[in-house]
Nanobody, 122 residues
Framework: VQLQASGGGLVQPGASLRLSCAASGRTFSSVVMGWFRQAPGKEREFVAAITWRAGLTYYAESVKGRFTISRDNAKRTVYLQMNSLKPEDTAVYYC????????????????WGQGTQVTVSS
């Protein structure tokens, strides 16, 4: 599976951004698509995940109520709508594909996109 993430940028606190992750190749092998983020000097942390088939969603506590993950099966694309952004959301955001394992554990993911930078600053 090849993943292409896009949509990052520099925004002010309180603003919104939408990230996209387009999947190609053997996309049927991934059951779950997840978004993770990694700030400088920190480990990659779980943000949100969604199942391709049923559209079940999961969120980190730090983003609940502000971020929404969704998918377009026809386009094989997953989105992360980020609202009310805070400076602490600043990180490189990665999308990943999971065949089997725990959705919030980055080590279980089988494929990754290249990452897109999100910077929240006034």
């Amino acid at each position: 599976v090849q993943l292409q993430a896009s949509g990052g940028g520099l925004v002010q606190p309180g603003a919104s951004l939408r990230l996209s992750c387009a999947a190609s190749g053997r996309t049927f092998s991934s059951v779950v698509m997840g978004w993770f983020r990694q700030a400088p000097g920190k480990e990659r942390e779980f943000v949100a995940a969604i199942t391709w088939r049923a559209g079940l969603t999961y969120y980190a506590e730090s983003v609940k109520g502000r971020f929404t993950i969704s998918r377009d099966n026809a386009k094989r694309t997953v989105y992360l709508q980020m609202n009310s952004l805070k400076p602490e959301d600043t990180a490189v955001y990665y999308c990943g594909g999971l065949v089997s394992g725990v959705y919030y554990n980055a080590r279980h993911y089988d494929s990754w996109g290249q990452g897109t930078q999100v910077t929240v600053s006034s």
